[in-house]
């Protein structure tokens, strides 16, 4: 038999947003980084809880490497908020580039733990922009606020010699708009405000004959995306309450229903935010980025009790014993609780094999 060993995995989530940006004719990357403060580890000074964290962005391409590190510091003065999905935001500038195809790297360190989390992916460098009125892609920064749920910033591109005053139009769920430009720059920075009650999620920008559409999913957002994928709910619904989303015909009813659903669970009813939704929908949204298997994040095991019980207070991690098949044992020391999770057949399908099924 040979000896168990116990691999300690400390992985920290984090999400990042990037856009190409073009100064005095050479382009660069902006990474936009946010990480939910529970992803972190905060230690006690003096009345502050102090967490420091690294965010590094490097570009390769062949034998260049292009980047920057930013070593960063967040306090708070109450516990709470160590422990909860507020967002701390980080970014970076890197470049100038040649023309190419690049690989970027993010990744995210806990000075604290030395927890590491790395992201990386493909990106192509143009040798020029794209057209002689462009804009870079927009970033979206959230913002906590009854009225205002965040901002779009982006930056807008003249490259023509003669330069005339031009529009930049732009939809925000049903609000239709449009900026005019003008002067002899070659760059404009526009901030567009998102507010809370544009729930459709969607926004378009149009420039010349550039034009970009995406969906905002962030807060209210989260309600948009998943009234039409209700069994979401299955977990903490009662089998009347999914009955009735399965019966509803149109997107209408399923809205008055979610709405409802919410309410009843709201804890503290006649305030701007229900924090038991947030809290749910934020937890779906992070099965699904960190659990997707052969299935959507959230209707996995792990995605299960994850978002049933939030992260665990330790994970143990066993992917490589000879004997053994790849597992992994979540730790609830505040509720007393294990969970040993079993990748049966070795295509990263983690099944609960103890406790065999677990529901609220």
Known sequence: MSMWCLVLLFMVGF??????????????????????????TFIRQDTEFVTNFAISA??????????????????????????????????????????????????LRDLQTQAVSRQREIVRIPDKPESELTFSTPIFIAKKDSVILGYLI???????????????????????????????KVTYPCTLYVRADEKQGTYQLRVGDKVYEDTLLVGPYLDWKYIDNYEVLS???????????????????????????????????????????????????YANVHFRE???????????IYILLGPPDEVESHPFELEYKPYEIWYYYSRNMVFIFVDEHGFGDYILVYPPYYKL
Do not use: C
């Open 235 to 285: 977990y903490i619904a009662t089998s009347e309450e999914m009955d009735a989303f399965r019966k509803a015909k149109t997107r209408a009813e399923r809205e008055q229903l979610w709405k409802e659903f919410w309410e009843k669970r709201d804890p503290t009813p006649g305030t701007p935010h229900n924090e038991y939704k947030e809290t749910y929908l934020e937890r779906v949204e």
């Open 294 to 304: 052969t299935q959507e994040g959230w209707r996995t095991d792990r995605g299960r």
């Open 154 to 184: 982006f930056n807008v591109y003249d490259f023509r010699e003669n330069k005339t005053p031009f529009a930049v139009y732009y939809k925000i769920g049903d609000r239709t708009d449009s900026i005019i430009l003008s002067g002899d």
């Open 58 to 107: 490097y570009m390769r391409h062949g034998e260049v490497e292009i980047g920057d590190i930013h070593i960063d510091r967040k306090a708070f003065p109450e516990y709470e908020t160590t422990v909860s999905y507020y967002e701390l935001r980080s970014e970076l500038k890197i470049g100038p580039f040649e023309p190419g195809e690049y690989t970027l790297e993010v990744e």
């Open 15 to 40: 999400s990042y947003q990037k856009t190409l940006i073009w100064e005095d004719g050479h382009p660069y990357l902006l990474i936009y980084v946010s990480i939910p403060a529970n992803e972190l």
